[in-house]
């Protein structure tokens, strides 16, 4: 009989970038209030989500931070320029 012997777990992160700095999130946190937090930090009013590299609207959002996931902030302005 064969063993597969454990030789490490496998570590799931979440990322979250803003302004191009890239951040660690907790797994399990609550995705709209870390969101709006990095948003408000970044002195944006109005921004895209995008959840690997898909833009998610605010009512398609999970309520926690997944693991394995990248989540980009990306301003967006009245105009509807980047």
């Known amino acids: 009989m064969w063993e597969v012997e454990e030789v490490g777990s496998v570590v799931s992160v979440a990322t979250l970038e803003v302004n191009g700095?890239?951040?660690?999130?907790?797994i399990g946190d609550?995705?709209?209030e870390v969101v709006l937090q990095?948003?408000?930090?970044?002195?944006l009013?109005?921004?895209k989500l995008f959840v690997?590299?898909?833009?998610?609207?605010?009512?398609?959002?999970?309520?926690l931070v997944e693991a394995d996931t990248a989540y980009k902030i990306q301003a967006?302005?009245?105009?509807?320029?980047v």
Request: a negative charge; aromatic letters at 6%.
């Open 21 to 26: 700095a890239i951040t660690e999130l907790n």
């Open 30 to 32: 609550n995705l709209k």
């Open 38 to 43: 990095a948003a408000r930090d970044a002195g």
């Open 45 to 47: 009013g109005k921004f």
């Open 52 to 63: 690997n590299d898909v833009e998610i609207l605010p009512h398609q959002a999970t309520d």
């Open 76 to 81: 967006f302005d009245v105009a509807g320029l």
